[in-house]
């Protein structure tokens, strides 16, 4: 079966630790990208990346860092200089960048304690 | 600033009828719109799309609206059913390009 996997589902993290949130595709999809929900404000995008070794910031990428590294991965690392990181993240591919739906994986839960 | 917008936070409709759900935008580069459905703690998923050569587009119970001149499209749910009460989000790109922009989202609750 094809999609996106995203782990953990659920991360606990202590104040001042970076933590890296995992996503696969397995749909040979070019782009990949990070989104984060927040109660009330939608999906924010992190960060975009159209091919591999190649991304770009989104509209919130203030602490936090990707590598793309192979077609099918798109790590997120949330540092320690996110201020506020506890969220819903969200990992999502595609095959052409504006025209094409994006397919999302499940989720990752980050709660900071 | 917001590109998209939608300013219903939730909408309630009986079974049976039909949901409306609306969604504003301002940048007139945007050209792909999407909808999508989210269940909580799960991933959004793909509903609907149109794009900007269009006006209307239809899949099953769903259709899509676009009104290019108001900058604003419409998602159309009949008949609405128990299993459709979930947050709805639009989407809006600019052809072409990769930063889907997504509104707030719409709760929507269908009452048996």
């Known amino acids: 079966d094809g999609g996106i996997t995203q782990s953990p589902k659920y991360l606990f993290r202590k104040e001042g630790q970076n933590v890296t949130l995992s996503c696969e595709q397995n749909?040979?999809?070019?782009?990949m990208y990070w989104y984060r929900q927040d109660p009330g404000q939608g999906l924010r995008l992190i960060y975009y990346?159209?091919?591999?070794?190649?991304?770009q910031k989104g509209d919130i990428a203030e602490g936090y860092s990707v590598s793309r590294e192979k077609k099918e991965s798109f790590p997120l690392t949330v540092t320690s200089a996110q201020k506020n990181p506890t969220a819903f993240y969200l990992c999502?591919?595609?095959?052409?960048?504006?025209?094409?739906?994006?397919?999302f994986g499940e989720g990752s839960r980050l709660t900071v304690l | 600033d917001q590109q998209v917008k939608q300013n219903s936070p939730s909408l309630s409709v009986q079974e049976g009828r039909i949901s409306i759900l609306n969604c504003d935008y301002t940048?007139?580069?945007?050209?792909?719109f999407l909808w999508y459905k989210k269940y909580p703690a799960e991933g959004p998923t793909f509903l609907i799309s149109?794009?900007?050569?269009?006006d209307k587009n239809e899949d099953g119970r769903f259709t899509v609206f676009l009104n290019k001149s108001a900058k604003h499209l419409s998602l159309h749910i009949v008949p609405s059913q128990p299993g459709d009460s979930a947050v709805y989000f639009c989407?809006?790109?600019?052809?072409?390009?990769?930063?889907?922009?997504f509104g707030t989202g719409t709760r929507l609750k269908v009452l048996a």
């Open positions: 990346s159209q091919i591999v070794n190649d991304f």
């Open positions: 999502a591919s595609s095959t052409e960048g504006g025209t094409g739906e994006l397919f």
């Open positions: 940048n007139s580069m945007f050209d792909y």
């Open positions: 749909l040979n999809h070019d782009a």
């Open positions: 149109i794009s900007s050569i269009k």
């Open positions: 989407a809006a790109a600019p052809s072409g390009t990769y930063k889907y922009i």
